[in-house]
């Protein structure tokens, strides 16, 4: 897209570049100062933080990355001429590299928690150790296919699906049908998390199952600078067909639940993704034209107010969705210990800076898109921050007090193997991720300094 | 403790799957994926990505124009040292539906006889110039190399004179390289080119033997300026 002429497109990703790096960066002196958690939940909190980190990194290239979109051909501040130039720079190689990063641990979360399928003493060096083979791999070899295997590598995303549905599903059915105790624990922490890295894509979920997402996929083929090579843009059918059918699995799940149980806050987000979804759909259809005319006549551009669904929905969903719902899962689920020394602080730090940044993000976007006197968004916001200050404390109670350990749910509902880890592991992980991230960085500014693409 | 304690994986798996109602759900959004999935990349692999990858491949292409002419006539007498203007409004050209205006020839004829008749064998050829005027009356290339916007003549010659309306038309067929059909064709579908009225200013200087010419005093002369516009329509015929 060509953003420069999409006011709103991209608006939210400096915002969001120093919320997932802050709060990455506070959730990990949390989970370090956590003691007497189970290993899982400690490993999970480390892992969710580690990976926020790096979308924040991912984030800052992209804000670098667009803002020399938007400066192309003015010499006078950037050097940048072509599109060539920046999409062959390092920003971009930083970018990727940082996403291969981020899939390389995401595939580890779901064999961990909620129900740890790896439950062995060597646990986290095992998950190390594969973190950093599949990084060390898979980030130059992405940047040297110039990023033309996004889908394939997108695969690694996958683990998600196919481990935390039959979790979500097993102990869904194990409350619902047997009443197990704690059991919603467990399915309301995985529908969290499926939330937490599938939602941004949930929202298409219509289009996917029926295949009418495909005509994106077919514009970019058109219109990107390096297409996605057949064996990328085949594995993406199969994704849009998983991501499509999980949310339904998720969605019939959570209203069977509401129909027995009462509306509850996930059925009520759930149900909002689904008519989202919905929306979604007719929408592709009515842009259809425009989506199709790249492979018909010529690209076309979108229409700016679907662009501003497009925000509305999915970077909102990405930029400020996602490290809202990381933040919850961890301050819930009870995976930090908020009542350690100074823990309480950082804590409200957190739900301060993410609540006031996403409003106040929201506000600015409102009005770039209706046209509202800044006095009157600046008063709003203002009244925003005084309802949090006033709200803040029962907020945190709410969150903090409130939680309930999926963990420990598992352990009493199924059981699980005794394993003890020792605290030098958790620091040789995290040394580990410090290492991976520098070395993600290093080899982009390398590459680009060598001009491999050139 | 030990790895005694340690699960087996097969049992861990096995603890997901021992709610018999679940794993039906699971069999059935099993089911559902598979269908969408096969669904969606039979379409991807059989037509679409052909289709996405051809639109993004350049083919040569042939552009061929279908060329249709309109003409005017205006005939008028010039005297000596006199300059005139003629405007021709190009509504008035008619051309086939569809057709644009590729440029536009101005033929100045002087009058055939001003070359000496049997009345007045010693007559001189006049002189002629005339020049296209942009006066910002007509939407032309006016920069264009190919143009001949000013000619004089003193030989009882024709001035011929050219203004390319349409960028880049030289009514020559070419290759091109483009995605499809529509791109091959698009520089060539632009409509707002030739629009307008066009000025031809025309001078005369009549030369003239006054002592030796045995009947006609020549201070005046009958020019014909003759306005061919060509339109086009381009076509695309895929080469290879």
Known sequence: ?454 | MGNESEMEILDIIGEIFSIREANVAMSIAMALFLISSGSNLYSWTQTEYELARDAATDDQWLIEFNVSFSSTIHEETWQDEEKKVVEFYMDDFELPDGYLVGEIKVIVKPDSDSNGTTLDPIAQCDSIAANILNDGGLTAQWESEENELSGQDSSCEWIILSLQTYPGYDGEDFNSSAANEFQALLPWSEAGWGEGFLSVEVELDVNTVEELGPITQDDDEDITIEVEVSGFIASAMLIN
């Open chain 1, 1 to 454: 897209m060509a953003d420069e002429l999409y006011e709103s497109f991209n608006e939210l990703l400096p915002v969001a570049s120093v919320v997932h790096i802050a709060l990455g960066a506070m959730a990990l002196i949390l989970v370090h100062r956590t003691k007497d958690k189970e290993w899982n939940e400690r490993f999970a909190g480390m892992l969710i933080s580690w990976m926020m980190v790096m979308l924040g990194i991912q984030y800052v290239c992209s804000t670098i990355i667009d803002y020399r979109v938007d400066q192309l051909g003015n010499s006078d501040v950037s050097h940048f001429n072509t599109y060539d130039d920046i999409f062959y720079s390092a920003m971009s190689y930083g970018q990727g590299a940082m996403e291969s990063a981020f899939h390389a641990t995401i595939v580890i979360l779901p064999l961990i928690y909620p129900y740890p399928l790896i439950q062995k003493q060597n646990a986290i060096r095992v998950c190390t150790v594969v973190i950093l083979s599949i990084s060390l791999i898979l980030v130059p070899l992405d940047i040297f296919t110039e990023f033309s295997y996004r889908w394939v590598k997108g695969i690694l995303m996958w683990s998600g699906y196919f481990i935390w549905i039959p979790v979500y599903l097993r102990f869904l059915f194990g409350e619902m049908l047997y009443e197990e105790k704690g059991a919603r624990a467990i399915s309301s922490a995985t529908l969290l998390l499926l939330l937490a890295v599938y939602g941004q894509v949930y929202i298409f979920w219509l289009q996917d199952l029926t295949g009418a997402a495909s005509i994106y996929f077919s514009r970019w083929e058109v219109e990107d600078l390096v297409p996605q090579t057949f064996l990328s843009s085949s594995i993406a059918m199969i994704m849009l067909a998983l991501e499509g059918t999980t949310f339904l699995v998720i969605f019939f799940g959570e209203m069977w639940r509401s129909f027995r149980k009462g509306m509850g806050g996930l059925g009520l987000v759930v149900s909002l993704v689904f008519v989202v979804g919905v929306i979604w759909y007719i929408l592709t259809l009515v842009n259809y034209d425009t989506a199709e005319s790249c492979i018909q006549t010529i690209c076309q551009p979108w229409n700016e107010n679907f662009v501003d669904w497009y925000v509305f929905t999915y970077q909102v969903a990405k930029f400020l969705g996602v490290p809202l719902v990381f933040m919850f899962i961890l301050l819930n689920y009870n995976m930090v210990d908020t009542d350690a020394e100074g823990s309480k602080m950082i804590t409200r730090i957190m739900v301060l800076l993410l609540i006031l940044v996403a409003t106040s993000s929201l506000i600015e976007m409102i009005q770039i898109i209706l046209p509202i006197p800044e006095m009157i968004t600046s008063a709003l916001f203002a009244a925003g921050v005084v309802v949090f200050i006033g709200w803040e404390e029962r907020i945190m109670d709410q969150i903090i007090t409130e939680t309930s350990s999926a963990a420990e749910s598992v352990k009493n509902l199924l059981g699980v193997s005794t394993i003890s880890i020792s605290e030098g592991e958790y620091r040789f992980f995290s040394m580990a991720m410090i290492c991976l991230i520098s070395y993600c960085l290093l080899i982009a500014l390398l590459l680009d300094s060598m001009g491999i693409h050139e």
